[in-house]
Each structure stands twice: as structure tokens, then as C-alpha cells.
């Protein structure tokens, strides 16, 4: 792998993948906090049902969606409930038209609540909690709540959006500066290996291009232009006492 592939590999192609996998990672992360999110506020909602459903005269089963003075915010976000009687027949349900099972019964949920994320037919997914409880006469009843997650995909869409692009920009200026690093970085460096291969081939009348940097490339050339003096100057001085030597020889 030549120096300029491997400078645009370790300095921008590898970061672009960390870059990438570390968003991905938080995208994980962000849909996690945000179901949680969800789910405590069904869990809420739950304790708060299950304590008052048979609060009534007469211990009447009942929802409390349409009581409550948010009922536009549970609209809104497509808040659900559902109440089952012993015999797993729906007896109660908010609003009127629901997704809800039409029959669960106490023995087909737990006594603690649980959850399950479930997609309709239309695509859309939705977070349900099921949860058995037994009324004043000791009767189980199952109790079902869900909510959409339409705004956490919402949500999770407009991260990812984003991701993407602030992702792919900073992939684009870490390409181009490596690349512009990396250009500049292969000239010194080959600069350096020409005038080593003219070494070789015993040419030390030049010396190495001048090199403005001031990092290692910069002292390996200083260091490089003056063994190339002391090597010219030792090959004068061989010249010279080769040509002395001649002279005498030729004139004795």
C-alpha cells in the first residue's frame, strides 16, 4: 500500500467508520431512552388506573381517559385502554374505535405489568401494557393500555436525518484535508527518496529540496543535507587525492 492509501486510510476513511458507528450507537441509545420513557409512563398510568378502575358506587368498572383534563394530550399522542371481565369479554374501552384485543383474559397476562411493542397494519408501531387485577369481589379483570410511538419515530427519523448529514459533512472535510495533508505530506517525502536514489548513483553535487515544515520529515532533510556535504566533501577529497596520486605516479 503506497504511503499516500495508507495516509487516506488511517486518516479518514477508518474515522468516517468510527464516526458512523458511534452515531448508529446513539441512534441505539436514543430509541432506548425514549421507549423507556414510554414505558414509565404507562407503568404510571397503570398504577393509576388499577387503584381507582372500581372506585365508583357500586364498584362499577371504569377508564379514566375521558375524565381527565389532558384527554386532548392523550388524543394527541393516541393514548389507549382496554378493561376485560373474568371471562376475557371486552367490557370497557377508550376510545371507541380501538386497536385493543377483542378478548384477554386475566390468565393470559402477568400481575405485573407488561410490555411489548406490537406494529399495526397500517405500520404503525405501538407500545401496549397488559397487567391482571382483581376487583373489590375478588373477579379478575385484565387491564390493557397502549400508546403510539409514532413521535419516537418521528423523533428517531429527524436524528437520523441529521446524523446523515452532519455525518457525511464532516466525512467530506476529513477526506479533503487528508487529502490536501496527505499530497503535500507523499511530495516531502518523495522529494527525500529522489534525492536518496541519486546518492546511490554517487550524484552528490545537490542537495535536498528545501523543506518549509518543521516536524520530523523537516529534520530528517536537514539531517539528509548535511551527510550529502560530507559525503561531497569526502568524494572531492578521494577525487583530489586520486588525481595527486596520478601525478606522482605520472611524474616521478
Keep these: 500500500m503506497t504511503l499516500h492509501r495508507r495516509l487516506l486510510l488511517f486518516g479518514a476513511v477508518i474515522p468516517a467508520g468510527l464516526i458512523a458507528l458511534a452515531l448508529f450507537l446513539i441512534g441505539l441509545v436514543l430509541d432506548h431512552l425514549l421507549l423507556e420513557s414510554v414505558d414509565r409512563g404507562l407503568t404510571l398510568q397503570a398504577a393509576s388506573e388499577s387503584v381507582s378502575l372500581f372506585d365508583r358506587p357500586g364498584q ?22 382496554a378493561l376485560y371481565g373474568p371471562d376475557g369479554a371486552r367490557l370497557l374501552a377508550y376510545p371507541a374505535e380501538t386497536f385493543a384485543p377483542e378478548r384477554l383474559t386475566a390468565a393470559d397476562v402477568a400481575r405485573a405489568p407488561a410490555l411489548q411493542t406490537r406494529v399495526l ?3 404503525e408501531r405501538v407500545r401496549e401494557l397488559s397487567l391482571a387485577i382483581d376487583s373489590p369481589r375478588g373477579e379478575p379483570h385484565a387491564l390493557w393500555l397502549a400508546v403510539s410511538l409514532a413521535s419516537n419515530d418521528a423523533a428517531l427519523a429527524a436524528y437520523a436525518r441529521a446524523a446523515a448529514l452532519i455525518g457525511a459533512a464532516v466525512t467530506l472535510l476529513m477526506l479533503l484535508l487528508q487529502v490536501a495533508h496527505a499530497r503535500g505530506l507523499v511530495h516531502r517525502v518523495q522529494q527525500l527518496h529522489v534525492h536518496m536514489q541519486r546518492l546511490q548513483d554517487g550524484d552528490f553535487s545537490t542537495l535536498p529540496p528545501a523543506d518549509p515544515g518543521t516536524d520530523v520529515v523537516a529534520s530528517l532533510r536537514d539531517a539528509i543535507a548535511d551527510a550529502t556535504e560530507k559525503l561531497r566533501t569526502a568524494s572531492e577529497l578521494q577525487h583530489r587525492l586520486v588525481a595527486d596520486a596520478a601525478h606522482e605516479l605520472r611524474t616521478p
Excluded: I, K, N, T
Design 60 to 81: 362499577d368498572a371504569h377508564l379514566h381517559f375521558g375524565d381527565s383534563a389532558l384527554v386532548a394530550d392523550l388524543q394527541r399522542l393516541h393514548h389507549q385502554g
Design 121 to 123: 397494519a397500517a405500520g
